[in-house]
């Protein structure tokens, strides 16, 4: 694992090549997704079913297969389910957005109305897969909108269905499940085919086919975003466990062999702490060969001057999850601007967030933190302008617009404004 210091004359070019990923569309995909694309397009249910049973090894008929999304728990797997279901509801009915207008003193009205989108399509991935946790934090907030119909897309490999996936489905009130997955299902919500609806809207997670075909229908639909892999920067004062810190670094790790993994620390020897926690603790890791991977490929150990400097390097890297492990985690708030979630104290691991916390897990990436934010309700909600002008309010408004309307050459515009001048 790469070992950093702040101090290091070339300290800033190294983090910049730490940090770079390739987020460029490699052509040959984004070639065989044009095509998947352009195919159910135009030929619906017969493009969807034929591309699904070529990519996931199905016999499906020359229909797409709707499934219940009742589902058979065990009831602690259910509780757990219903709990954290419950959490990222209270939660999100915090960000619901309300109408609004006032009134100028001539009688002008000038408002908003906040309405939510008629229907939306999550993606969910599938087969020995299983993501709850995916299904909760795109349906719930979609849900708590007031979105008028939820389409999922699944995939089942081979015919394997999960049934924890379809029992969070069901618990997060999705409407409709239909067990298609890759470019061909989001082609199919984007487009609508003869069994599955057009959406507004594709949010949720999947594989760079996913990725490329959500980039292609941006337009005719809204996205949530294009995520990059995943990431954790944890700022830590040298008094945390370092097996915890060592576990916090696995636990995105683990995701794939291209995500990141860094610790901010002022403490050489922590440093070195949490590096022999990780040595000792990783062979006993499952996913032990893709953790070693991604500590290898993009993980980091950066030694920094003091909390303040750690803040600065956070801000440059704008990590998708930031935990501070300090004793005052409140104290750097103000010196922190950008990061999809922040976790605040020793006890508070990632891993909650990804499940049972309540905030959404959906957040961005590659440093899209500096301009992009949660998944949330306001996804979900679109707002349209009120305007209503009073006879006197257009005496007033009708000259200002008259005289920057024949500024820009723009006659029509302004003869609209003046017919409705008194004088």
Same mark, same amino acid.
């Given at each position: @694992? ?38 159910? #397009? ?6 969807? &079913?034929?591309?699904? /049973? ?8 020359? /229909? %797409? ?30 960000? +619901?957005? #309300? ?8 009688? *002008? ?7 939510? +989108? ?8 599938? !087969? ?8 909760? @934090? /795109? ?16 995939? *089942? ?28 299902? &989001?082609?199919?919500? $984007? ?10 809207? =594709? ?9 490329? $075909? ?40 683990? #995701?794939?062999?291209? $995500? ?17 926690? =990780? ?38 890297? $704008? ?13 750097? +708030?103000?010196?922190?601007? #950008?990061?999809?979630?922040?976790? @605040?104290?020793?006890? *508070? ?6 499940? %049972?916390?309540?905030? /959404? ?24 302008? +009120? ?5 006197? !309010? ?30």
């Amino acid at each position: @694992m790469l070992k950093l210091s702040s101090s290091q004359p070339d300290f800033a070019e190294r983090l910049h090549a730490l940090l770079a990923f390739e987020t460029a569309q490699d052509p040959a995909v984004d070639a065989a997704v044009a095509s998947i694309c352009a195919d159910v #397009h135009h030929r619906g249910d017969a493009a969807l &079913v034929e591309h699904t /049973n070529r990519f996931d090894r199905m016999q499906a008929a020359s /229909n %797409c297969s709707r499934l219940s999304v009742k589902s058979a728990m065990p009831a602690d797997v259910r509780d757990a389910l219903s709990a954290a279901a419950e959490r990222v509801r209270r939660y999100h009915e915090k960000q +619901l957005a #309300h109408s609004w207008s006032y009134e100028d003193e001539d009688g *002008t009205l000038l408002g908003q109305q906040v309405t939510p +989108l008629d229907r939306v399509g999550i993606y969910v991935p599938g !087969g020995k897969a299983a993501y709850p946790s995916s299904v909760l @934090m /795109n349906a719930m907030p979609a849900k708590v909108a007031g979105v008028g119909e939820i389409i999922m897309v699944v995939p *089942t490999p081979g015919g394997e269905r999960n049934d924890l996936v379809l029992a969070a489905a069901y618990i997060a009130g999705v409407d409709k499940v239909f067990t298609v997955g890759g470019a061909q299902a &989001v082609a199919a919500l $984007a487009y609508g085919t003869e069994t599955v609806p057009q959406v507004d809207k =594709i949010t949720g997670p999947g594989n760079a086919y996913v990725a490329a $075909a959500k980039r292609r229908v941006f337009g005719v639909v809204g996205i949530d975003m294009v995520a990059g892999p995943s990431e954790i920067l944890v700022i830590c004062d040298g008094d945390t466990d370092p097996d915890w810190v060592a576990m916090d670094l696995f636990s995105q790790a683990e #995701h794939d062999e291209i $995500a990141q993994a860094i610790l901010l620390c002022p403490s050489a020897d922590y440093i070195a702490q949490v590096e022999a926690s =990780i040595a000792r603790l990783l062979p006993s890791m499952p996913r032990r060969a893709i953790i070693e991977a991604s500590l290898g490929n993009r993980g980091a150990l950066i030694q920094v001057r003091d909390l303040a400097e750690a803040c600065e390097i956070s801000n440059y890297i $704008a990590p998708e999850h930031l935990e501070l492990s300090v004793a005052d985690p409140a104290a750097l +708030l103000p010196r922190l601007r #950008h990061a999809g979630a922040i976790f @605040m104290g020793r006890f *508070t691991s990632e891993s909650l967030g990804d499940y %049972c916390a309540g905030p /959404n897990h959906v957040l961005p990436t590659s440093r899209t933190a500096r301009f992009a934010s949660p998944l949330g309700v306001y996804d979900f909600q679109k707002r349209s302008s +009120l305007i209503r002008v009073s006879q006197a !309010g257009a005496q007033k408004l009708g000259r200002i617009a008259s005289l920057l309307a024949r500024g820009e050459g723009l006659s029509a515009h302004a003869r609209a404004a003046e017919l409705r001048l008194e004088d």
